[in-house]
C-alpha cells in the first residue's frame, strides 16, 4: 500500500456522454443501477473517496435527462462540461473546462471511463504512487491472459499473436493536462482515429508506462457485464 506522501495531487475527468447502445437497454448503461447506485455514482466514488482530488470534470449530454436526479451532481467537487461526438471529443472539452477553471499546464489528471464501476482503490494509489515523477504518464492495464488470434477480412484465422507483449488498456489513464490537451487536439485535428488517451499520447510520440492492475476492474459493455457486476456485489456484501 502506498502512502499518503508518494501520491500526487490529481483532476479527474470522466466521459459520460455515450449511449451504450449495446446494452441494450432504456437509457445509458452509466445509469443502470447496480444495487442502490448507478454505475456512473460507482465510477465516481472510488475519486470522490480520495483525500488527493483536486476536482472531478464529467462530460454529458446537453439533453441528458438523468444526471440531475444523482445526489452527486450536486457535490460541489464536480463540475460539467459538454459531451462530444465521440470519446475524445468529451475528454478534450473536460480538459478545456480544467484549464478554464485553473488547472495548472503540469497538473495530473485521471481519465476514467464512466461505465468502469469497479475501480479498486488500491490499483488507483498504484497508479498514482508509480507515475508521480514520470515524464509521460501512463495507464491500468492487465497482460492479456487468452491466446490471441488476428483475423482476416473473411473472419478466418490470420495468425496467432505473441500474448506475451499484448496487454489489455484499462482506465484510469494518467497524464499531465497541458500535453494530453495538445495530444487529443493535434490527432483529432489530422482526423486520427484515438481510441484511448494513451493512443493519442502515442501519436504524439510519447510512450506511456502500463502500470498492471487488476482484471476485475471490468468496463460494462454487454448486459452479461452487468450481470456479473451485480453479482459481485452481492457476494461482497454477503461477506460483510
Known sequence: MSSLSQIPSFWCV????????????????????VGEKTI????????????????????LSETDPYWPHLACSHDRRIRRAPG?????????NALLVL???????????LVHDAARPN????DLDRLLSVLADDPVGGLLAVPARDTLKQAGADGRVEA????SVIWQAYTPQMFRLKVLRQALQQALAVG?????????????GFAPRLIEGRADNLKVTRPEDLLW????????????
Open 14 to 33: 470522466i466521459p459520460a456522454a455515450g449511449v451504450g447502445s449495446r446494452m441494450q437497454a432504456d437509457r445509458p448503461k452509466q445509469y443502470l443501477r
Open 40 to 59: 456512473l455514482e460507482h465510477s465516481l466514488d472510488c475519486f470522490l473517496d480520495h483525500p488527493k482530488l483536486l476536482g472531478v470534470v464529467v462530460s
Open 84 to 92: 462530444g461526438l465521440e470519446r475524445a471529443h468529451s475528454v478534450l
Open 99 to 109: 484549464e478554464y477553471s485553473g488547472a495548472a499546464a503540469e497538473d495530473w489528471v
Open 119 to 122: 475501480l479498486a482503490r488500491v
Open 160 to 163: 496467432t499473436l505473441d500474448r
Open 192 to 204: 486520427y482515429l484515438v481510441t484511448d488517451e494513451a493512443s493519442a499520447m502515442e501519436w504524439a
Open 229 to 240: 457486476l451485480s453479482h459481485l456485489q452481492s457476494c461482497s456484501q454477503a461477506a460483510d
